[in-house]
Structures are given as structure tokens and as C-alpha cells.
């Protein structure tokens, strides 16, 4: 695929530097490197005018923390809208749909095969103004039920789960449809062993060593079963 500037993804940080353990290391960096997807960041600082940067303020009504002002950070999502007009707005919040195997391999399809890119909000603090939320937000995730000091660290999970799904980045792409999660059956991966055979004392299973390719199929779904049912019932009782 030609280099489209819609496999772009632009994200709204206070603290853009945190992705560069993303966009440096690690299988991913070659889609930067190559710029099959682009990475653009925006800092809602750029639209505060005082001396100071204030980005956030008290919230109303009194409380701990404080809040991230509406005014930069509407600026900072219309500036990539402008970039970007199909994309959608995406929030990173305690308060979102919970993000899995399945939201991942959704995005990561849309962002390939739509081009309409991404727009990701990283908010601080105790949160974002609610009216910007109300106006210019179209989805909100949350990496799980548990709360972060911002939003950057639940992005580039999310991202690295989103974006080792593009064709190209894994070696092996039938990898990917092993995972756990990811296997037509929606279970755990099985157990995997590599060489020696033997390793202080135990032995890799003789029907790996066989290759009988269809009884491996079955040993391997066979696992897959008894780890779900062992270390994750919520998902074996719904088999």
C-alpha cells in the first residue's frame, strides 16, 4: 500500500516524550521508521497564552485535584480535525468501554483499510473539562478497571496492540491469530516449547515431537481448553 498521510495517528499529550519507548524500540519501530503509519502529537500547551502554560484549573464545586482546561484542549482536537476530519476523537478514561483482543483488532482494521486515522486524547490530573466530552468526543476506552496518573501509558499499550495487527509488522502473520484472544475459538493460547527437547529434567511433549500435524491441532486446542478453564473460567463458561 502507498503511503496515505489518513494512516496517520494523532495523539494529544502534555507529555509527548513518554512514546518514544513506542516509537524507538521494539517490533513497531519499523512501521514508524518505514512510515507505514504516521505518529503526530499535539500539546495543548501550544494554545495556552500565559506566562505560566496553565493547562489545568480547580473544578467547580470544590474537590481534590484539578482539572484540564476545555479551551487548549478543544484547540488541540480542532487543530487535528483540520489533519484529520473523518477520524474519530478517542479519550483515554477510567470510564470507557474496556478495551480486548476483539476493539483492538477493530481499530486496527479501520485504520488500515479506512484511512480515516485517529485522534487520541491522553487527559491528566482528575480529568478533562466534561463539555469537551459532551462536544467533540466520539468514543472513550479504558485499558481496565484501575486507575493511571494519565493517559500515555494506556495509549501505547493500546497502540501496541492495535498496531502489531497491521500486515507486515509480525514475521509470521498466523502468529497473530494464535494469541490468546485472537484464535477462532476465543481461548488462551495453548503452552509453546522450543529447543532442547529436554531442559532440567522435563521433557517437551512427545506429540510435538511426532509431527503428526493433526494430532498437534488437537493437543494444542486440547491445552487451550484446560489453561481457559483453569486461569480464566469467565471465558471457559461462556464456551
Avoid at 477462532?184 to 522435563?202: A, F, N, Q, S
Amino acid at each position: 500500500m502507498s503511503l496515505n498521510l489518513n494512516n496517520k495517528i494523532i495523539i494529544i499529550s502534555l507529555l509527548p516524550e513518554m512514546f518514544q519507548a513506542l516509537v524507538n524500540y521494539g517490533v513497531l519501530s519499523k512501521i514508524f521508521s518505514s512510515q507505514k503509519v504516521i505518529l503526530e502529537f499535539i500539546n495543548p500547551r501550544n494554545f495556552v497564552s500565559d506566562i505560566h502554560k496553565t493547562i489545568d484549573d480547580r473544578p467547580f464545586g470544590g474537590g481534590p485535584g484539578m482539572v484540564m482546561l476545555a479551551e487548549p484542549l478543544a484547540q488541540s482536537i480542532e487543530s487535528a480535525k483540520r489533519q484529520l476530519p473523518q477520524a474519530p476523537v478517542i479519550y483515554l478514561s477510567p470510564q470507557g468501554e474496556k478495551f480486548d483482543q476483539k476493539m483492538a483488532e477493530n481499530i486496527s482494521g479501520n485504520l488500515w483499510n479506512n484511512q480515516a486515522g485517529l485522534i487520541f486524547i491522553c487527559g491528566r490530573y482528575e480529568g478533562i473539562d466534561q463539555r469537551v466530552l459532551d462536544l467533540l468526543i466520539d468514543r472513550e476506552i479504558s485499558l481496565g478497571d484501575f486507575v493511571l496518573t494519565g493517559g500515555e501509558l494506556a495509549l501505547m499499550c493500546i497502540l501496541d496492540a492495535v498496531l502489531r495487527l497491521i500486515p507486515g509488522v509480525l514475521g509470521d502473520a498466523e502468529s497473530a491469530l494464535q494469541d490468546s484472544f485472537s484464535n477462532p475459538e476465543g481461548l488462551l493460547d495453548c503452552p509453546h516449547y522450543t529447543r532442547p527437547p529436554v531442559w532440567r529434567g522435563l521433557a517437551v511433549p512427545d506429540v510435538l515431537l511426532s509431527g503428526h500435524h493433526e494430532k498437534i491441532k488437537q493437543w494444542r486446542y486440547k491445552k487451550a481448553l484446560e489453561i481457559t478453564e483453569i486461569k480464566r473460567p469467565d471465558i471457559f463458561k461462556n464456551k
